[in-house]
């Protein structure tokens, strides 16, 4: 890719009780696919399901020579970050998911590839600075304060992405010399290192839910003739894995995580039938799930950009109503009736993310609350009881092995985050879910 502008239970005799799981239940947050696409004649921002259904244009710019627009969705999803290029140059917009608001964040012409804070109070980018050489930088999104330069305008750095805890980026640099590597910052600019070989001409362009791992492609600032693949590393370089690999020339490019972290979104020219050594083919917007299995091409045909595959641009991000779940298939096993354990029923709830003081025992279940972990729901009150973890993993409450999980505390290590089990178990030697 060129860089050019241009929820077991067991239920109580006063109440049915419930556990939402997401990694036993598949309950998931489905989210959004936000893209651009040239299908109305020039280039605009949509947004479909994960199936590739429901696709709804959201703006309605003007013509412009350059296909790259590099759209995000907000951490609530109800806004879209873009760069857009009229003429002289990129700069930073916002607007509404639903197509209302639009506004503009900068005014310099030089601005590109936005992305949201976990808080959602600031935008990380790329803009060019003193010596013209694309640098990392952040911007409040209500349009107030200046820009912070965090990188060296000696060395282009561009792509960044914040990490699900906001305390660091994750961004793709030249320094040192590189053609691009995966590098990583604290917030703030400091502590800057490289995650990546020179070899791999890697460019980040996702962050695990679970803030572990990084997905990215390799040969950024290459020519098509070398293709791109895409691969996931852990946050600190270890682990790297291509994902979704194929032996026919292509290139796949722009991956991202569900809100789940369960898949992966991404584009590639694998199918086309213009693609040749020189140029990028036709892109699809492809899934997989996270571990690289279940190829599903969900949208085909979405855009063609042969020179700079800057276009299409698919990120996976929350729905503009909020997160929603899936109806999930819900294990029901009911004390004193045998005959009816292992029996299942369909359990839709809303929910969104909230703090962890949100999800104390006998608290309701907050409106939109993004439900991970083990929880148990009382659902004739709607109230918890047993704790929960909030959705970004980082605290367990309820009943547990106060060796392993202690109330209010952040658990030892990141594996366990996923695996703390409410009123009924706990989390064992082995950093799997147990029964008491």
């Given at each position: 890719m060129l860089m050019t502008l241009s929820r077991r239970f067991t239920a109580p005799a006063a109440a049915i009780a419930f556990i939402l799981t997401c990694s036993l239940f598949a309950i998931a947050q489905n989210g959004k696919i936000v893209f651009t696409s040239d299908r109305s004649g020039s280039w605009q921002i949509y947004t479909m399901n994960l199936d590739g259904r429901d696709q709804f244009q959201v703006t309605n710019l003007a013509p412009t020579d350059d296909d790259g627009l590099f759209a995000s969705i907000s951490p609530d999803g109800k806004q879209i970050a873009f760069n857009y290029n009229a003429g002289d140059g990129p700069d930073l917009f916002v607007i509404n998911s639903d197509g209302t608001g639009l506004r503009r964040l900068s005014d310099d012409q030089s601005s590109f590839w936005p992305r949201w804070s976990p808080d959602g109070k600031r935008l990380v980018f790329s803009t060019f600075a003193g010596l013209r050489s694309a640098v990392i930088a952040t911007i409040p999104t209500d349009g107030s304060g200046k820009r912070k330069l965090l990188t060296t305008d000696l060395w282009e750095s561009v792509g960044g992405i914040y990490t699900p805890n906001g305390k660091q980026i994750v961004f793709g640099s030249q320094m040192g010399g590189f053609v691009s590597a995966v590098w990583i910052m604290n917030a703030d600019g400091s502590h800057q290192r490289r995650l990546t070989p020179a070899a791999l001409r890697g460019q980040p362009w996702g962050v695990s839910?679970?803030?572990?791992?990084?997905?990215?492609?390799?040969?950024?600032?290459?020519?098509?003739?070398?293709?791109?693949?895409?691969?996931?590393?852990n946050l600190d370089g270890t682990g790297r894995k291509r994902l979704a690999g194929s032996p026919q020339f292509h290139h796949d490019l722009y991956p991202s995580y569900s809100p789940d972290g369960s898949k992966i979104a991404f584009?590639?020219?694998?199918?086309?039938?213009?693609?040749?050594?020189?140029?990028?083919?036709?892109?699809?917007?492809?899934?997989?799930?996270?571990?690289?299995?279940?190829?599903?091409?969900?949208?085909?045909?979405?855009?063609?950009?042969?020179?700079?595959?800057?276009?299409?641009?698919?990120?996976?991000?929350?729905?503009?109503?909020?997160?929603?779940?899936?109806?999930?298939?819900?294990?029901?096993?009911?004390?004193?009736a045998p005959s009816e354990a292992g029996s299942t029923r369909n359990l839709s709830i809303p929910v969104s993310e909230g703090k962890p003081s949100d999800y104390l025992p006998g608290e309701e279940l907050l409106p939109d609350v993004?439900?991970?972990?083990?929880?148990?729901?009382?659902?004739?009150?709607?109230?918890?009881?047993?704790?929960?973890?909030?959705?970004?993993?980082?605290?367990?409450?309820?009943?547990?092995?106060?060796a392993n999980c202690p109330a209010g505390q952040s658990a030892r290590r990141p594996e366990w985050l996923q695996l703390c089990v409410y009123a009924r178990g706990y989390v064992d030697g082995a950093r799997s879910c147990s029964v008491l």
């Open positions: 839910p679970d803030g572990r791992h990084i997905l990215g492609y390799s040969n950024q600032d290459s020519p098509p003739a070398l293709g791109n693949g895409i691969f996931v590393v584009m590639s020219d694998r199918f086309s039938t213009d693609i040749d050594p020189f140029t990028y083919g036709t892109f699809d917007i492809l899934t997989i799930n996270a571990d690289g299995t279940n190829l599903q091409d969900v949208a085909p045909a979405v855009g063609s950009c042969p020179f700079d595959g800057n276009c299409v641009t698919p990120f996976w991000g929350p729905s503009p109503s909020g997160p929603e779940l899936t109806e999930a298939s819900v294990t029901r096993a009911t004390t004193g993004l439900v991970r972990g083990l929880c148990v729901v009382d659902l004739s009150t709607k109230k918890l009881t047993g704790g929960c973890v909030g959705s970004m993993g980082l605290h367990c409450v309820g009943k547990r092995d106060p």
